[in-house]
């Protein structure tokens, strides 16, 4: 469990359509897709009650109620698990309903992350807090956010995760200009000079894209309320994050961004998604020795 206790809240946004998944995703939202044997979202949540975030607010939409269900108890279920005496399955099923406080606002209209973010606004108040996007998998094995909580509360301001990607996938992120003296080779924190949502090729500033981790500063609500529809005409967050990174600190302004090295998985992707059951089933103890013996047959046929 994390040490900082200052910042306690986080955001998730998951109000998306999935549509990358249809037709799997028409009547199923796309974050209870199954990472082996629990749902996308449950990771994502696993990870913010790791880092000592208890209360948590789901941002949703319509056909969302399914998560909803998932992180709430199931008595009848429970019962019956417990009157066949299958302890391992009944502290599975509990798992999910005790990560934390969790609490649940629809997203009215599908009008970008910045506007998702901005649906915490009530909820949050006037402190730090976290945002992890639904579908962005960090390995459970891998440390990232206890970072992020603690160089916000050290250098204050917003903090972002990103990584280094090939330069022909920038056009597919936010990207960031981490340029200045601060910047050395190697370093994991670096000051963010400014964002660009998905730039082209020959325009992108970097190639560290910013991935679906952040611990915001609450003056990001005023500025989101400013910003108007960007690219895709939605309201974006990096835009917003764009004018905090120059405001001056007692503004809430600064950004600052971690360089992620560790496994990532976007579950949103149909790829990305496949390696995450292959990379997380290989190294469970039940699933590892067997799937590992089958993928190297496989792999030799090929």
Request: proline residues 6%; charged residues 25%; contains cysteine.
């Amino acid at each position: 469990m994390s040490t900082t206790t200052s910042i306690r809240k986080a955001v998730i946004p998951a109000a998306g359509l999935g549509t990358r998944f249809l037709p799997a995703t028409k009547a199923m939202p796309k974050e209870m897709l199954p990472v082996v044997d629990e749902p996308a979202i449950q990771y994502v949540v696993a990870e913010a009650s790791k880092a000592g975030l208890d209360d948590i607010l789901m941002i949703t939409g319509r056909n969302k109620r399914a998560m909803e269900d998932h992180f709430d108890r199931a008595p009848n279920l429970e019962s019956i698990l417990e009157a066949k005496g299958d302890t391992k399955k009944l502290e599975a099923v509990r798992y999910a309903t005790e990560l934390g406080d969790i609490h649940y606002v629809r997203q009215g209209e599908a009008k970008g992350l910045g506007h998702a973010v901005l649906c915490g606004k009530q909820h949050v108040g006037d402190e730090p807090f976290a945002v992890l996007l639904g579908d962005d998998l960090i390995d459970p094995r891998d440390e990232l956010l206890t970072t992020m909580m603690e160089t916000q509360q050290k250098l204050g301001g917003s903090v972002i995760a990103v990584m280094e990607v090939p330069e022909e996938n920038v056009s597919a992120y936010g990207v960031v200009d981490a340029g200045g003296a601060d910047n050395e080779p190697g370093a994991e924190v670096v000051p963010v000079q400014a964002l660009v949502e998905k730039p082209p090729v020959q325009e992108a500033p970097s190639n560290l894209a910013i991935i679906g981790r952040y611990v915001l500063h609450p003056a990001i609500f005023a500025q989101l309320e400013q910003t108007p529809p960007g690219k895709g005409n939605e309201i974006q967050l990096t835009d917003a994050l764009q004018v905090m990174a120059s405001k001056p600190a007692e503004e809430g302004g600064g950004v600052h961004a971690v360089i992620f090295r560790g496994r990532r998985y976007d579950t949103g992707d149909k790829l990305s998604y496949i390696k995450a059951v292959v990379t997380l089933a290989v190294d469970r103890e039940d699933l590892g020795p067997d799937l590992r013996s089958w993928l190297k047959d496989f792999a030799a046929d090929l």
